[in-house]
């Protein structure tokens, strides 16, 4: 336990970086497995009420891989990936949306207001916030999609207004056909769009490691043009290529930068923030 004398110092470190971050904007994508721990899940959403209240803007995307795997198999379907990427037939579809939107959304709005009343649950649908694609050109029944475009008015609209708006990884194109869009890439999209000043990716992992299989190997900081390296070493694979690579494409746009955590240590979001050593991999441009 921490005497009184050690919490006035953590306070006391951690107020240069309070200072650095009021009014800036964070995206963060919360997924994987600290999704099914409800103990880990309070804590996460704790701290993002705790930078919500030290003044900065924090918007939230969701996936739901764990739960979504859990729901398909009660159904007898086979959860299918491609390049780390889930590949959605019709009943996939359909599954997805009913967990993502009713379920996980719902579920975490619950959480958040159980002590603020700050968060909004949204899915890229709503006030066409995300216009869809599909990933895949050539697999007209493949329901992947892909983020076309981002409409900042309904996000910008809860920001202004000292809201928390909470977004599942789920829109529709033009014509209304509902698309599955990997969290990682919707979050980098909104980022972009919102020239954010973080855009936090919640793992599995530690972050990017030069050896996946020795949590030692972490690499701390990364550019560009290392990131590429280690993708064309086959080192970045897997579900780390799209969180890569949307980090990448958010550094390209103005995105200060990038973090790829361990989103099952406690308050990884406060030691990322908030502290000059961090716990994940920090990528810039």
Known sequence: MLNNFQYVQVLSDMLPFIQRFYGSTIV????GSAMKDPDLK???????????HIGIKVVVVHGGGPIINYW???????PKFCNGVRVTDKKTMELVEMVLVGKVNKDLIALFNRSSNRAVGLSGKDANLITASGLFADQPNNYTGRVQQINLDIILFLLSHGYIPVIASVASD?????????ADSVAGSIA???????????TDTPGIMSNVNNTSTLIKHLNIKQLEHLKNQQ???????PKVDCCIKALKKNVISAHIINGNIKHALLLEILTSSGIGSKLVA
Do not use: C, P
Not at 72 to 78: G, V
């Open 28 to 31: 963060i994508k919360y997924g």
């Open 42 to 52: 309070s804590k996460i959403i704790e701290d993002i009420l705790f930078l919500y």
């Open 72 to 78: 398909l198999k009660q159904m007898n379907i086979e």
């Open 174 to 182: 033009e014509n209304g056909q509902t698309y599955n869009i990997n």
């Open 192 to 202: 972009e769009y919102l020239n954010a000043d973080k855009l936090i990716l919640l």
């Open 235 to 241: 080192i970045i694979v897997g579900g780390m290529i």
